[in-house]
């Protein structure tokens, strides 16, 4: 075989800084240094790796940059804890500068969680779905009470209270999965929902037939559905059923305002008159 079949590019050289915080990465991954203990002590480091004083300093802030440790000035350097917070930030970060709409992460959301039922039915314990049916009960609870709220800033505390009480119940989904790729996204994946913001003063006439709907009882019978599912063990039951089950029916209108709202913001939907004779309809049918 000829030499010249081998790429000329010449290889990176690595630093000391770089081969002491591969190491230490190595050590933080594998869980031999746990999440809040601080690394030995600057001189200490600097003698086991047999290195100055300012290589560990190198290294330290590499480790920084990639968040596996906090450098407290003063105090010394500490492994961090999960780093979901921060991949939250920087996937929201990458999705903004792809364009993404709130609507984009509806769908995927909703399509991982589907995904994250069929697993959970086949490896959830008895004790975690007892979990999630609590978890969805208190869900409904907190959509009754908000049917009650009448002044608008307690509304919308109850709303955002609502969709607390609504993450809680999928990320105990996610979680009973036992898939650590899915648990690891869910969380991150889930704070880019922001509170859809209802405006019905377009349909003002019309919001008084309305009330007597009971848009909730979509949500109840999902809830139903995907405890049934879960206790049934039976995988493909879960899947089919599921993925026809119109857990809540939006009208095309909420929809298109949904894909022109970049995502990390709270879509504003104005509903007129048609979509609210959309909605009724769905939810009668």
Same mark, same amino acid.
């Given at each position: 075989m000829s !030499?010249?079949?081998?790429? %000329?590019?010449? =290889?990176?050289?690595e630093t000391l800084a770089d081969r002491v915080a591969a190491d230490i990465t190595e050590l933080i991954l594998s869980g031999s240094v746990q999440a809040g203990t601080a690394l030995p002590t600057e001189p200490d480091l600097a003698e086991q790796y047999g290195v100055s004083r300012s290589v560990i300093r190198d290294a330290a802030k590499l480790l920084s940059a990639r968040g596996l440790v906090e450098i407290r000035h003063g105090k010394g350097v500490f492994v961090t804890a999960s780093q979901k917070e921060g991949f939250a930030d920087a996937l929201l970060l990458a999705l903004r500068r792809n364009h993404s709409s709130v609507w984009d992460a509806e769908e995927f959301i909703d399509g991982l969680f589907l995904l994250a039922v069929s697993l959970a039915t086949a490896s959830a314990s008895d004790s975690e779905i007892?979990?999630?049916e609590e978890l969805g009960n208190e869900f409904l609870k907190m959509l009754d009470t908000s049917n009650d709220i009448n002044e608008e800033n307690e509304a919308e505390e109850i709303a955002r209270a609502a969709q607390g009480a609504y993450n809680r119940a999928r990320m105990a989904v996610f979680e009973a999965t036992h898939n650590k790729v899915i648990?690891?996204?869910?969380?991150?994946? &889930?704070?880019?929902?922001? &509170?859809? =913001?209802?405006?019905? +003063?377009?349909? @003002? $006439?019309?919001? $008084?037939?309305?009330?007597?709907?009971?848009?909730? +009882?979509?949500?109840?019978?999902?809830q139903v559905a995907l405890v049934e599912c879960l206790r049934s063990r039976d995988t493909k039951r879960a899947f089919t059923t599921l993925l026809d089950f119109n857990k809540f029916p939006l009208?095309?209108?909420? @929809?298109?305002? *949904? %894909?022109?709202?970049? @995502?990390? $913001?709270?879509?504003? @939907?104005?509903?007129?008159? +048609? !979509? &609210?004779?959309? *909605?009724k309809e769905q939810l009668n049918g």
């Open positions: !030499s010249e079949t081998f790429s %000329k590019k010449p =290889m990176k050289r007892d979990r999630i648990q690891h996204l869910a969380a991150p994946l &889930l704070s880019l929902r922001r &509170l859809r =913001m209802w405006d019905f +003063s377009q349909a @003002i $006439e019309e919001i $008084e037939d309305f009330k007597d709907v009971d848009v909730a +009882s979509v949500d109840r019978r999902f009208p095309q209108e909420a @929809i298109e305002i *949904m %894909k022109s709202t970049p @995502i990390g $913001e709270s879509p504003h @939907i104005v509903i007129h008159p +048609s !979509s &609210l004779e959309e *909605m």
